[in-house]
């Protein structure tokens, strides 16, 4: 069907381009939340395991029904499953979540490039201001932002894999790291950071418990891009002969690192902003975390940089932050993008136009469901909500719910329906040491059993507790 479907250049452009999905906001502004509120680096221990033992196999499931099929979701679903109509439904769910998760992804984007802009500005001291972010995203120069950002993610987009996904994540991902990491060895000089430091790496085992696990499994999830087809389309653009299991790690490990330094960032400079910070108390989401108070942590920087300095540290924060949304929103335009490509015969350009256009209805409606239009912002509400807005209603449904779901049957299809020793084979193209390897055997054991199961809890209790208030874990271990 599809003659031309592109192709990365080499394993390096492949991996630079998975990493720049992987890396967004997940990593640099719900990460470190995450970890301050729930016991600094226990947290991160727990999260790597989880990284390493259940998403490291399930990446590389994903990467592998991809490269093998040369498919996007639902063609690679349908392939492997002979047109099963139970997978096909499935590849289904696998295309529209990532549309959907787009959305609201769109409206956070748009928010950060605003930022970036108003902070280049010399808005930082209006920021900071505790209303100003209650009329920012009310404010119609959004509307303007959100042109922008579709314009560069049609133009990403429209380069095709090589000339367009992979040149801007071999851009933009080198820059990012490089800002990160010159504003943590920036912010660890301030006086009080090093209570920052302490707070984020000595472990608090009282802070966990079973909500605490399955948020850290659901933020490992989403930050490695796991359970939205965009690992499958990216691997069907992914040579023959590359080495998945070692790129997956690649991937994984930038990644996570990435996550680490946005702590190594965030806590010290939330120190040194306050050093009797109680971090209960610092936000109650990542959203509210880097619109709302940050910019204040960045104005307090006035007395030791001054005015320009600390706007010029914010503008950098906010330009990363901006660098690593585009090169993950861009995943999430591909998937759906492929499938027409694919399965629907449809020109690149059209499809992307026509992909465009929905996701910008649907983003500018969730945008507009922060206030602007009273209907979408107190639709009616659930699970113990009095009402939500359209953008919860998108955030509960498809980040909580659909993402696991997805990662649940990913599990199944692999272990049971594609096989592992197909899987094993793909996995071993490109890797002659994989075959026999310790490796194997643990990922031949864990994808058919205790991953999905694990996955499947974590679902069921996300369920119950979005929708019906029901806390389960509490129930369980009470
Ligand atoms: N992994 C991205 C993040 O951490 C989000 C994302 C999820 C992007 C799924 C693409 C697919 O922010």
Redesign the pocket.
């Known amino acids: 069907m599809s003659i031309n479907r592109g192709q990365f250049s080499s394993k390096f452009g492949f991996i630079l381009a998975a990493a720049g999905?992987?890396?967004?906001?997940?990593?640099l502004a719900a990460f470190p939340v995450g970890a301050a509120k729930n016991g600094g680096a226990a947290f991160l221990l727990l999260y790597l395991v989880f990284i390493a033992f259940i998403c490291y196999p399930i990446m590389m499931a994903e990467m592998a029904i991809g490269r093998h099929t040369c498919r996007n979701p639902i063609g690679a679903l349908n392939k492997l499953s002979n047109n099963n109509p139970v997978w096909n439904i499935f590849g289904k769910i696998a295309v529209l979540t990532?549309f959907m998760?787009a959305t609201f992804y769109l409206v956070l984007t748009v928010w950060v490039l605003g930022y970036f802009i108003e902070t280049s500005r010399g808005n930082l001291n209006t920021l900071a201001n505790s209303e100003s972010f209650g009329n920012f995203i009310a404010s119609p120069s959004l509307f303007v932002y959100t042109v922008i950002v579709v314009t560069i993610m049609y133009a990403i987009v429209n380069g095709g894999v090589k000339e367009g996904i992979e040149k801007a994540a071999k851009i933009l991902m080198p820059m990012l790291a490089f800002m990160l990491l010159a504003l943590v060895v920036f912010v660890l000089t301030l006086e009080n950071a090093m209570s920052g430091v302490v707070f984020y790496l000595v472990p608090d085992f009282s802070k966990l418990n079973g909500a605490v696990v399955s948020g850290a499994l659901s933020q490992a999830f989403?930050?490695?891009?796991l359970g939205?087809g965009?690992l499958i389309t990216y691997g069907s653009y992914l040579q023959k002969n590359a080495d998945i299991v070692g790129s997956a790690r690649l991937v994984a490990i930038s990644d996570t690192s990435i996550a680490f330094f946005s702590g190594l960032l965030i806590l010290p400079a939330i120190f040194s902003f306050n050093p009797n910070v109680s971090p209960d108390e610092l936000s109650t989401s990542s959203i509210t975390l880097i619109f709302k108070f940050l910019p204040q942590v960045f104005m307090s920087m006035e007395s030791t940089i001054g005015y320009l300095g600390a706007s010029m540290v914010a503008a950098i924060f906010f330009l990363a932050v901006f660098f690593a949304a585009i090169t993950?929103i861009v995943?999430?335009l591909e998937v759906p993008v492929a499938h027409l490509v694919d399965d629907k015969c449809v020109s690149r350009k059209k499809s992307l136009v026509s992909v465009l256009i929905f996701m910008l209805i649907l983003g500018l409606l969730a945008l507009a469901s922060f206030g602007m239009i009273t209907f979408l912002s107190q639709l009616p509400g659930y699970g113990g909500a009095e009402s939500k807005s359209l953008f919860e209603y998108i955030y509960d449904m498809f980040y909580a719910t659909i993402l696991p779901f997805v990662g649940f049957g990913i599990c199944i299809f692999t272990a049971y329906r594609w096989r592992q020793h197909n899987f094993s084979k793909e996995l071993s193209q490109g890797n002659d040491r994989y075959q026999g390897s310790f490796l194997e055997k643990y990922i031949n054991f864990s994808i058919g059993t205790f991953i999905p199961a694990f996955i499947l809890f974590v679902f069921i209790t996300t369920v119950l507790s979005v929708y019906f208030n029901i806390d389960l874990i509490a129930i369980l271990f009470a």
Request: hydrophobic share 50%.
């Open positions: 999905s992987a890396v967004g906001l997940g990593n990532p998760i989403f930050s490695l891009s939205m965009v993950s995943s999430l």
